[in-house]
């Protein structure tokens, strides 16, 4: 059973609109990355958190943002949504740079 | 630009059946490569290669890294319908204190009975 959880696991949302994802990492884990994973692709990688900083970025514009808190969880926030935001976001955490685990993932749709 | 590639992309096997999956890759300040099984959601961890040459096993599966030649293998022996899924390759890399993962696209795996 994965010790990071997701939420919500689903979601829909209008073209236009905000959206905040929250992640919750496993014990003792103080790295927080996200990933996007569209249908029928791998995920790819959004950004990394450590220790409440953004610590590397992948190609995603900047109306995608997010935070990490004291306690190591952390918040993906999307505006603006497009339609092509449409895809399962994945959140893993790490406490050493060779493993992450994954989250369940929240499957957002953009309408 | 860091790229993974994956092959076949999909593949359907009978039960009992041994298959082979491929992973090439180019990525700068190469620290590892890893297998994930993706069912649903979450992808699960396999394994975790870092030195060239060493065989990694767990059960019926195994996987192998080639530093040299730039990919690795993921073998499952004596299929079976729970195998079913999608098998991601990821490279990790780093860049000073930054470490992340580039996937492939994944190989879609189906065990028919």
């Known amino acids: 059973e994965t010790g990071v959880t997701q939420s919500p696991t689903h979601l829909i949302k209008t073209r236009g609109q905000q959206v905040t994802l929250r992640c919750s990492s496993q014990s003792g884990h103080n790295t927080v990355s996200w990933y996007q994973q569209a249908l029928g692709q791998g995920p790819q990688f959004i950004f990394q958190?450590?220790?409440?900083?953004?610590?590397g970025r992948g190609n995603f514009p900047p109306r995608f943002s997010g935070l990490q808190f004291p306690n190591y969880s952390s918040e993906l926030n999307v505006n603006a949504l497009e339609l092509d935001d449409s895809a399962l976001y994945l959140c893993?955490?790490?406490?050493?740079?060779?493993?992450?685990?994954f989250g369940s993932g929240t499957r957002l749709t953009v309408v | 630009e860091d790229k993974v590639v994956q092959s076949p992309l999909s593949l359907v096997v009978h039960e009992g059946d041994t298959v082979t999956l491929n992973c090439s890759y180019e990525?700068?300040?190469?620290?590892?490569l890893l297998w994930y099984k993706q069912e649903k959601k979450a992808p699960t961890f396999l394994f975790m290669l870092?030195?060239?040459?060493i065989e990694k096993k767990s059960g019926r599966l195994s996987s192998i890294l080639d530093k040299k030649e730039l990919f690795s293998i993921l073998n499952i022996t004596a299929t079976q319908t729970g195998d079913s899924a999608v098998y991601l390759c990821a490279v990790g890399n780093s860049g000073g204190s930054n470490y992340k993962l580039t996937f492939g696209k994944g190989t879609l795996l189906t065990v028919n009975p």
């Open positions: 893993a955490s790490s406490s050493q740079s060779y493993g992450y685990t």
């Open positions: 990525v700068t300040n190469f620290r590892s």
């Open positions: 870092t030195s060239s040459g």
């Open positions: 958190y450590y220790r409440e900083e953004e610590n």
